[in-house]
């Protein structure tokens, strides 16, 4: 295999790398471009937009393990609407495309949420979270079900004037046939995947520090998951595959991309290094002998 | 008015000034050129990936050419903090978040409960106190701190006087500052604002905690309750709120 | 919650501790044995075993990545006979009970293995390894469908003369289901879980180092995972749960127990640890202040 | 026959011999008074838990108190064992696995590439030796060996003769041997099976190298494909096996 070329065209936009700053962990971008910590990105994902504001779980929403970090935000944001009126303007400006992630208790709340949204010219595309609990139909998250990820794509396909990717879960539920469901719903992507149900216990207390006991647990060790979840949907899918987890160093990236990713997500590893675009850029660059 | 950034810092000199308290002094004129008092660092604890967050510490003062961090080793990232030697090099990001309210013709009194009282000597320097109020469980445990007037008080009476803090805090000290700063353990900050009258109330500052991912704001990790509902963001929006902004219940239940 | 009592009754059987060592971490223990390594193991679970004799999968079937291992072995075992007659007579001497890890190709065969092995006295019961493939009905795991659960566990439990526990899968499926499933078949116990399917690619030959491309993958890094997992299933079931999964110290036995687990595997600790058993113990015991 | 342990073992020298090649001593009477020419032990590289397995390195020769291991620098855990310092406490399982199949009536002959004649000082020391064969790239990755006839080929030319290891096979080297031993790349391994005559194949021994788990032959990990199909363990029925027992076109697709 030939050194894969970092710069590259998706979704009909050029990306200076293919490194895309994963949802929830880089705000709408600003906060990071005034660090000067946007360059090399590709891409910034938005923090997840509900229809209604939401003021997410009640604290703590974060629990550092040994390895890796536990995280239960609880789709905290301020809502479409003000999104629309008040975030998209401020970040008209980022020197890299914004892809919006968009989260829902019901089919139809996704398709509301890209419908408010549409009206702004800021972003790319979305990102449709089907990791969270389906409310309206007995809370399993949406993602687990083929059949209700299809009628999620379907219902966003219809309404959205712009590319969106489905951000799958790994948390049951077979994610191949997830993935195939969420393109034959007319995904232009799939993002694999989302946070790993995780849990710590306080031994003594018996209890879980965080409220709602379990959470989205995060790591660098769980790269080869995430390698093997992305080369068995880009074998099943024939739109692009964004990978979602574990990213740490270039040499990860570029084995996301050898296992069939077209975009490759860095989040958590952005807690301690904010400008791990440009870091991760720069080691793949120097891995490859690309200039 | 975004002014920090992610610096690679000199450790300059290391210390422990308490059992288990360090003093780190960092070279960073692009820091300490900026930072406020009540304003804080990320510290990367060590190279490599773990922990995958990094930790958070209030600039306790400025120093020739840096500043200073006052920290309390409790687990394992200020234990990787505690073996910062002379010449490390560290990658620091700051100033972070919002520091106390600070206007130069107004005298402070500061109130703080053992390691709520690191980052008071940058605000001591900065502007007129009127009074530092320290408490701690012991002698041991008693941040040091240079003013022209500092009550100590501990729990078991090893120095100063036996007690809370809230046992020091009277009509006249109150009465005698413009503004309160307070920062301590969520229950000692509790019983500060229960002791002061309302009165007093609109003076008062306080400064909080929160579990970080970022500390820059993108993570929505570090909510702290307020009142009438929601949330603020500890690492952005604070860490110093205005006393009243608390909902020291719903905090009090969140834990850390 | 007071200390755990670190020394218990399972199965009728007394266990010194509720440490058991991970089926395919200690062959049937006869090595640990001799190494003086079995100290402080409540028991010991073997290799897979199946009807015919495997020899296991093309090498390398063992790869380190950073934080983990993947791993490939393939079931190799010299079949169920061959351990009746020549396996299990060498290791009646063990100082601590042996569970039998039996694996299949269809619902048939696990009873079948668990017919053969029954006529020996030495083991006091059967770990049902789910996980691998139902090559006679397509090829998925059998742990990932409920009603091929429901159907393997009732297989067994006709034949079984001893307790048995079924080893579920995290990859894919509703693993909860899966649990009251076994139970609802006659299951002893449910093991939550078995390996998360991996992969490492080298991004300069895009290829899997290991032939079959995807692997098991074990890291003190997944202990979250499985804390989560062995808390839901705890909470869905009424017979006991074995976690499997992410130890590395004492801290993180005394969490599993915390989460509902009653017996804490551990395997991948072993390969730096054979006496890991011992060195559990005295940290839990130091922990929890029993003497 | 069970005469491994687990030890906390004293580095007691390290040093680098060629660039990147390390020697390290330890202390250890329980492995030295056991060890035979041709076993391995597994050193842990770290403290802590990563990474997650052992390392596995014959044992080159024995010494006065212990034992003396030769490696190269190939990744992580070579990295980490290269900065062992004198003094170092490290835990080391062994001796391990079944070496040379020895007697001491006979005479043997040693052939060696790269870093596979680490571990030839031990058998040299322990047995009859005709003569020894080193192969290497070039001068700087000759594995010293002291013994009475040692002949050098590197393939630049840099020491010894140029070429490969097979170039200096000779029927009169072989009839002078009762026993053959070779250990190096799988490539170079099978290139000399193929240069030695039938007649003289069952006195060949070959020293394989497999991924391991364990060591102690628990794991199943370190399978070698052999002759009439089925693997064997490298860590408990080898790492030394008679050359026909070997699958050599499996092996090279097994690749490591
Ligand atoms: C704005 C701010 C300023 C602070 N300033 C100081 C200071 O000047 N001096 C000082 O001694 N301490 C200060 N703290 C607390 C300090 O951050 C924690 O003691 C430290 O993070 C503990 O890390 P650890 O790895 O040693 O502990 P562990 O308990 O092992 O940490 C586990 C995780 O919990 C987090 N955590 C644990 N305790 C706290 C806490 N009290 N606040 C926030 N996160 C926590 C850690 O960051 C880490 O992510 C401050 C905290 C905040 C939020
Ligand atoms: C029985 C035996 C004896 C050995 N004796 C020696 C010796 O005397 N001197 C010496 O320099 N080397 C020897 N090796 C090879 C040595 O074990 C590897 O070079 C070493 O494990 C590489 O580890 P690493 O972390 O530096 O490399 P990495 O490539 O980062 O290792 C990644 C993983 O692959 C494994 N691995 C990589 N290369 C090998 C290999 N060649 N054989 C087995 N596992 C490998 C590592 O153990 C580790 O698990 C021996 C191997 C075996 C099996
Ligand atoms: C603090 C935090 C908040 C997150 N919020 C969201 C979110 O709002 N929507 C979403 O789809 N994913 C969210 N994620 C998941 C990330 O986008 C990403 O998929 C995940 O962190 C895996 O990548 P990583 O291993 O690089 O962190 C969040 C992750 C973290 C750590
Ligand atoms: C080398 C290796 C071989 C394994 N073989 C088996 C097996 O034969 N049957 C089985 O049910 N699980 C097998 N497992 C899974 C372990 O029993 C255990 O469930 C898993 O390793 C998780 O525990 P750990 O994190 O402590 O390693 C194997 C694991 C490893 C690492
Ligand atoms: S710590 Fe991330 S938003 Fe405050
Ligand atoms: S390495 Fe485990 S059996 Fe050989």
């Known amino acids: 295999m030939s050194s894969p070329s970092l710069t590259r065209k998706f979704w009909g936009t050029e990306f200076v790398s293919p490194v895309m700053l994963a949802s929830g962990t880089s705000g709408f971008g600003e906060e990071l471009f005034k660090l000067g910590c946007l360059t090399g990105a590709g891409a910034v994902v938005s923090k997840a937009v509900t229809m209604k504001p939401r003021s997410g779980n009640p604290p703590p929403r974060l629990l550092e393990t040994p390895f890796g970090l536990l995280n239960s935000i609880g789709l905290a944001n301020p809502g479409a609407r003000y999104v629309l009126e008040n975030i998209l303007p401020a970040v008209s400006n980022l020197p890299c495309p914004l892809v919006i992630n968009v989260a829902g208790e019901s089919v139809q709340e996704f398709a509301d949420v890209v419908s408010v949204l549409k009206e702004s010219g800021v972003h790319i595309g979305y990102e449709i979270n089907v990791s969270c609990p389906n409310v309206a139909e007995g809370g399993a998250a949406f993602g687990v079900d083929p059949e209700v990820v299809f009628r999620v794509s379907e219902a966003v396909s219809q309404v959205a004037d712009r590319p969106f990717s489905v951000k799958l879960t790994p948390n049951g539920g077979d994610m191949v046939q997830a993935a195939v469901a969420a393109q034959q719903g007319g995904a232009s992507a799939v993002t694999v995947c989302n946070t790993f149900l995780g849990m710590m216990i306080d031994w003594k207390t018996g209890k879980s520090v965080i409220k709602r006991k379990v959470a989205g647990y995060t790591s660098p060790a769980l790269l080869p998951l995430v390698v093997a979840r992305v080369w068995q949907v880009s074998n099943a899918v024939s739109v692009p595959v964004i990978s979602s987890g574990g990213v740490s160093c270039g040499q990860d990236v570029l084995q996301l991309l050898a296992a069939g990713a077209e975009m490759v997500q860095v989040g958590t590893r952005l807690m301690r290094r904010p400008c791990a675009a440009g870091e991760l850029l720069d080691e793949m660059k120097k891995l490859t002998g690309e200039q | ?256």
């Open chain 2, 1 to 256: 008015m975004q002014t920090a950034g992610d610096y690679v810092c000199t450790v300059l000199s290391s210390r422990q000034v308490l059992p288990g308290v360090f003093s780190v002094e960092f070279e960073s004129p692009e820091i300490s050129s900026v930072a406020l008092p009540g304003q804080f660092v990320q510290v990367e604890p060590s190279p490599g990936v773990f922990p995958v967050t990094r930790r958070p510490v209030t600039i306790n003062r400025l120093t020739e050419s840096g500043f200073e961090l006052l920290f309390d080793v409790v687990g394992r990232g200020t234990q990787l903090m505690a073996r910062f030697l002379p010449g490390d090099m560290v990658r620091v990001m700051g100033p972070l978040g919002k520091g106390w309210d600070v206007d130069q013709d107004k005298t402070w009194l500061l109130i703080g409960g053992g390691l709520g009282a690191a980052g008071f000597q940058f605000l001591v320097d900065s502007v007129r106190s009127s009074g530092v109020i320290i408490g701690a469980s012991g002698a041991d445990r008693v941040i040091p701190v240079q003013a022209q007037t500092v009550h100590i008080v501990t729990e078991d009476g090893s120095r100063g006087s036996r007690g809370l803090v809230t046992a020091l805090i009277s009509e006249e000290l109150l009465a005698r500052a413009d503004s309160i700063a307070v920062c301590g353990p969520v229950a000692m900050m509790e019983a500060v604002w229960n002791t002061i009258p309302e009165a007093h109330r609109s003076k008062v500052q306080v400064s909080t905690e929160s579990r970080m991912g970022c500390g820059w704001g993108v993570c929505d990790g570090c909510s702290i309750p307020v009142s009438g509902g929601g949330y603020r963001k500890c690492c952005v929006e604070g860490p110093v709120f205005p006393g009243d902004t608390i909902d020291w219940k719903r905090w009090k239940e969140a834990g850390l």
